[in-house]
């Protein structure tokens, strides 16, 4: 089955609520860009609001779970901070930890499931270390992160069926430039999640685009 994951990036913390409303009936994931504006060249909630802690995310997790995704240069000083605060999920990135087992430990013992992504650029191998102590793989579908509506680098396609092949049963996800185009062929290639902005939130009826995203990816 493929997992279709609304992915929300927030300007502020009403943004993030009204688009958690919207799909709460339709999904039970979303993914939340966190971005310091190092990383990623944007800059989300809250670190755009000046708020050191998400404590407001504490009163959704009864009714979705909640991933971060951490576009930040700091990952392993802020990801129980965002586990402790509701998410159940926790996406890191490759390259901006130089050594993931003390970050991922961490995030063992609150029970967290952990993503590790990477972008197109960087090479998979990267992963094959690391990918035991996992929950999923998620691969950036292009190098400008932390932004909507970016097209698909088809070196993806690529680089999704490379790891299929080394690793039959991984939970591998896209994140960005998954649409209705491009949704079947990441599937054929291998991904089992796709995570998707524009697409859904963009659409007039967003209930149809969820279920469209899914059916048209087999």
Do not use: C
């Amino acid at each position: 089955m493929i997992k279709i994951v609304p992915s929300i990036i927030p300007e502020n913390f009403n943004e993030l609520k009204d688009k958690m409303d919207i799909v709460n009936d339709f999904v039970e994931v979303v993914q939340i860009d966190i971005s310091d504006g190092e990383f990623a060249e944007s800059v989300t909630w809250p670190y755009n609001e000046g708020e050191e802690l998400p404590g407001r995310l504490l009163p959704y997790k009864d009714f979705l779970e909640i991933e971060v995704d951490l576009f930040v240069v700091n990952p392993e000083e802020i990801a129980e901070a965002w586990v402790k605060a509701g998410a159940k999920s926790v996406v890191l990135h490759l390259e901006t930890i130089e050594d993931p087992s003390f970050v991922m430990a961490r995030l063992n013992l609150q029970n967290a499931k952990i993503g590790l992504s990477i972008n197109p650029s960087s090479k998979n191998e990267i992963l094959y270390e690391w990918i035991p102590e996992a929950d999923f793989v998620q691969f950036m579908g292009n190098d400008k992160v932390g932004f909507s509506g970016v097209k698909l680098d088809p070196n993806v396609y690529d680089k999704v069926r490379e790891l299929r092949k080394d690793f039959p049963v991984l939970e591998i996800a896209v994140d960005i430039g998954v649409n209705f185009e491009t949704a079947p062929k990441l599937v054929k290639s291998g991904a089992t999640k796709l995570i998707s902005g524009t697409a859904i939130f963009e659409s007039k009826n967003i209930e149809e685009a969820i279920k469209k995203l899914g059916l048209e990816s087999f």
